[in-house]
């Protein structure tokens, strides 16, 4: 007789993770009794407490798919998440978003300054790579180069960094759909792509096997901008924890200016349907991935 597996409770989940995270960079991070100290307390500003933590979710999401060590994809996650705290600190910054607010709190060259935080970024970046390299993350040296490389290649200049600086030319330029969704593909698509794509390595999945978890991220990634386009125009600035209504105060075109809401918020469903349909060759395990896809359409920060 099969059994029947409980319901997932995504904000369960949630919860779980952020709290693992914070934890995580607590002991990453502790406070040196020497002139570094300002430095960390600068990351512990931006990478403790708030934010989503979809990313190290999905890590651990896909890593379960294949039994993957409770430990090792905590630090995968970590790794991830150190990138994504690194790039907010700079994007924030005022030579590329200038913003005063995020997570609900002063940015960290608003709470410290800007040459610290320059630095704190820098920090955090190398850090991923080193969490990586280490065998605590898996005793397997090629699993520890794979991770190391698909992070690399997430993160630079065919990933998130090139979506940040074509982000930079749509205030001076007029971007068709095309060249908006490979923006936001670069840009925020490829660290939740390569979150899903850590679970499989650390699986093991050959590279050949990945094309449906590789799909499922991809659409979740573009459903993700697409409801983030969405929440700048409509959301509530203290739930979201940053300044909205920016991207058209710049004149950059996004999904929702060249589809308009009604369209938009179409696609965005359409996406998320796509993505739980390339999960169908999964079953219950698989569940945790489902409501991520939908939660992505349905988030209110």
Do not use: W
Not at 169 to 183: G, H, K, M, P
Not at 193 to 204: D, F
Request: glycine share 6%; aromatic share 4%; proline share 4%.
């Amino acid at each position: 007789m099969a059994t029947i597996a409980p319901p997932v409770s995504l904000n369960a989940a949630l919860r779980e993770i952020s709290a693992e995270m914070d934890r995580q960079f607590d002991a990453l991070l502790p406070v040196p009794g020497d002139p570094r100290a300002n430095l960390y307390r600068a990351m512990r500003h931006a990478a403790i407490g708030g934010g989503k933590r979809l990313r190290p979710l999905l890590v651990f999401a896909t890593a379960r798919l294949f039994n993957v060590e409770r430990t090792r994809a905590a630090r995968a996650a970590l790794a991830i998440e150190c990138i994504h705290v690194y790039s907010l600190i700079h994007d924030d910054l005022p030579a590329m978003d200038d913003d005063d607010m995020r997570r609900g709190k002063p940015t960290v060259h608003k709470a410290y300054d800007e040459a610290t935080a320059i630095l704190a970024g820098d920090c955090l970046h190398a850090l991923a790579f080193e969490i990586l390299a280490h065998e605590a993350t898996h005793p397997d040296s090629h699993v520890r180069i794979e991770l190391i490389d698909d992070l690399a290649h997430a993160s630079g200049p065919s990933g998130m960094a090139g979506g940040q600086a074509m982000d930079l030319e749509a205030e001076e330029t007029s971007f068709d759909l095309n060249t908006v969704t490979r923006l936001q593909a670069m840009k925020t698509g490829a660290l939740i792509a390569c979150s899903v794509e850590a679970g499989a390595i650390l699986g093991r999945l050959p590279s050949d096997q990945r094309t449906s978890l590789r799909g499922y991220a991809r659409d979740i990634g573009l459903a993700f901008q697409i409801a983030d386009d969405i929440l700048d125009v409509e959301g509530d600035e203290a739930a979201v924890g940053k300044a909205l209504r920016k991207d058209g105060e710049a004149g950059k075109e996004t999904f929702l200016s060249l589809l308009g809401l009604d369209r938009a918020r179409e696609q965005a469903r359409l996406l998320v349907e796509q993505s739980i349909e390339h999960l169908r060759d999964f079953g219950h395990e698989a569940d945790l991935l489902r409501a991520i896809a939908r939660y992505v359409l349905e988030r209110d920060r």
